[in-house]
């Protein structure tokens, strides 16, 4: 089973830059389009970021764009998250998930949550 683990967050100052990572195991992540998602604490969780199979259609929410930038390694299996000029909006917890096309979590395919990693940004 396809399965991620998230890795790379931390607490942080405003401002400042973190590097996540998405590494996959089970399974190739050759064909899948993958997407960063986060939940802050009482909120529902919030899509970020999505990538499709070879890099070259990639989203952005409103929020973070020009200032992340997703990347992936197939080879590696990992999805990237470089995340710079962090704001305390981007407090949270982030997860990588397989997407659809929309972006949208790809419920049809069956792989297995990560831990998430937490990003903490605080003066």
């Known amino acids: 089973q396809l399965q991620f683990a998230e890795s790379g967050g931390g607490s942080v100052q405003p401002g400042a830059s973190l590097r996540l990572s998405c590494e996959a195991s089970g399974s190739t992540l050759d064909y899948y389009a993958i997407g960063w998602f986060r939940r802050a604490p009482g909120t529902e969780l919030q899509g970020v970021s999505c990538?499709?199979?070879?890099?070259?259609?990639?989203t952005y929410a409103d929020s973070v764009k020009g200032r992340f930038i997703v990347s992936r390694d197939n080879p590696k299996k990992t999805v990237y998250l470089q995340m710079n000029n962090l704001k305390s909006e981007d407090t949270g917890a982030y997860y990588c998930?397989?997407?659809?096309?929309?972006?949208?979590?790809?419920?049809?395919?069956?792989?297995?949550w990560g831990q998430g990693t937490q990003v903490t940004v605080s003066s």
């Open positions: 998930a397989v997407v659809t096309s929309k972006c949208r979590v790809d419920t049809q395919t069956d792989f297995r």
């Open positions: 990538i499709n199979w070879n890099g070259e259609r990639i």
